[in-house]
């Protein structure tokens, strides 16, 4: 286990992707039924900003995945086949483009076309790139998607850059300055989930946001095949770090929205209400989960990823316990 820690701490080389990995005993939070002993279903990862699918934490992730759930395929979503251009589509592109792109990888991948569904687990931006996923082709359909620290409600401040980071850099200033022209949404990806609920802004998201006002259903013509696709899930497990403070607000990690210092929980959202993407119905049957784990963005401890190993993921026919189901009423930040 040591060794393991020491790889999934190289998540934290990434730019803006922070991990503290604190080994820790197995944890049986989530009992499994005993006749669950078929194969697990594969596992689809998309990382998050700065990142790149070849980085050895993402490596040590997988193989915690298939320790834990023995003979499971994991695919890392990628965008560009070489590691640095990976990188750099995290954080240009137009994310129309990179997720017809992972539709179409997917659907022709030899094994994934053929199983009869996927888990899915999003790292922060990764985490509704793969929401977009499913609310636009779905094949091969997820089971459970968990989302770590992402931002299904979007951000209304731009993460600041580290130190030397010059392509991180490079963007920051034309984003902040023109976050609503054609160029940068069509270039840049924090831009394309970029979402300020204050009233001048949101109107101009509503007319120019290249992905987020699109998947989350927010215009006034709904997508009803979206709302479909999410009814399918079988779990959908959002999960905020406690002490985030690269993702503001936080609270979108739970589809909450932010107006200044008011949070207004997903259940008081019209998108819920009016269920304009099947969240009330996936809370109705008790597949929506909101979760929280302590530490700032991507403090991915060990015990979080065997929970969630252990609790969503595995074999297809297996029962889910509800659990999660009894404690998804949504906690206290
Ligand atoms: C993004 O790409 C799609 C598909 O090519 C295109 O229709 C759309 O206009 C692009 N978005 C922007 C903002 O240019
Ligand atoms: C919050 O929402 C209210 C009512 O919609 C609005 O009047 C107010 O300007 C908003 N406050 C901020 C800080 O955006």
Known sequence: MARLAALLSLLATATLVRSLIVPAPRSNAFPRDDDDNDTPLPLIIWHGLGDNYQADGLAAVAKLADDINPG????????????????????????????DKVCSDLASHPILSTAPAVDALGFSQGGQFLRGYIERCNFPPVRSLVTMGSQHNGISEFQSCGDGDWLCKGWQGLLRSNTWSSLVQNRLVPAQYFRDPNPDEYARYLESSNFLADVNNERAEKNVKYKNNMEKLEKFVMYIFEDDVTVVPKESGWFAEVNGT???????????????????????????????????????????????????????????????????LQQEL
Request: net charge negative; charged share 25%; no cysteine.
């Open 72 to 99: 499971t395929l994991v695919y890392l979503i990628h965008i560009e086949d070489d590691a640095g251009a990976d990188r750099t589509a995290t954080f240009l592109g137009n994310l129309t483009e990179q997720i």
């Open 262 to 328: 008011e949070v207004t929980m997903l259940r008081d959202r019209d998108l819920y209400k009016e269920d304009w993407l099947g969240l009330k119905t996936l809370d109705k049957k008790g597949a929506l989960e909101f979760k929280s784990t302590p530490g700032g963005h991507m403090n991915l401890l060990q015990t979080l990823l065997e929970d969630v190993f252990t609790g969503y993921y595995g074999p297809y026919g297996r029962k889910f316990s509800t659990f999660g189901a009894e404690n998804s």
